[in-house]
């Protein structure tokens, strides 16, 4: 089945997309160090994805489709999460209502009426679903009912649930081409792991996840086995802040901006191996943007280990330096997540293969 990534970033969809046995046509991404890092990963071998870069607002839909797919061939899954900084939870008192990186939700839709995909999957942050971005949902229902896709109400979803050492919440949305048979079908696929408690978890589920693992030892050569350098005053500060989730506070570091109050307990807080890693975020190599110092060594986490949070494979590489690196990783879709929801939704469209054939060049909307 073929499958199109917009916003592909680094490329955490499309290899999720890859492991769940779906072949990715094409890419659209605008970070030039993304677009490095999706190339040198994701384009080696035999037919490898046709890659755009640049702003896909200034792209006509018609046309980046002819240059992956000929006539009549059918793109089953179109995936993407346009970017959310405009719907962040952080952005209080009415900021980001007016971001104009909301309005790519509906160039993303423009896409969508152009390819006709079978079934199309997107994601964002739960600041997404706030009263103040009500009209972006409802442009997006609006657009799916006028397109032909039976729209899913957005489903918030915990990576820990899906088998992520990461407490990580994402808004994700799939809608469904009208003609796919959708009996029998639900959304969003069942966890396979559960928090711990003394009662047990729930029968067929796996506990969550902790981070323990992803501290192991990097690779010989990993480009990526880099991390921040801080000054003296900072390193002390960490030496004194007690291992697997010590806080700021604990080291008696105060800083001029928290006086007077408790502050962000988490910035320059350290990561605690027995619990699932705080969110990746695109600063997650910086401690002072939050719990990210390593869990007994007095430094920020690597650009590796953050990967490994994001379960991304030791073998992939990231390019642009270690500060284009931590934006790559922290704006990734987590690869174990991604392909418990692609799987989930190409079992479907398999069982349906026969169902959702490409419109005729003539009826395709071009925006």
Known sequence: ???????????????AARRSGLRVRLAVERDKSAVATYRANLCRGDDPPV??????????????RDLAFEPGEVCDLLLGGPPCQGFSIHRLNGSGVGDERNELVNVYFAFVRQFRPRAFLMENVPGMLWPRHARHLAAMRDHARETGYNLYEP????????????????????????????DGFTWPPAPTHARPSPDGIPAGRLPWVNCEDVFAEAPAGDPNDVHLTHRADIVAAFART???GGSRSDSGRVLDCHRGHDGHSDVYGRIDRRQPAPTMTTACINPSKGRFVHPTLNHGITARQAARIQTFPDDYVFHGGLMAAGRQIGNAVPITLGAALIGHIAALLKATGGIGAAAPREERVAA
């Open 1 to 15: 089945m073929n499958c199109v990534d917009l916003f592909a970033g680094a490329g955490g969809l499309s290899l």
């Open 242 to 244: 007690p291992p697997d």
């Open 51 to 64: 890659v755009l870069e640049g702003d896909i607002a200034a792209m006509r839909p018609s046309e980046v």
């Open 155 to 182: 489903a918030v979803i915990d990576a820990r649930d899906f088998g992520v050492p990461q407490r990580r919440k994402r808004v994700i949305i799939l809608g469904l081409e009208e003609s796919v048979d959708r």
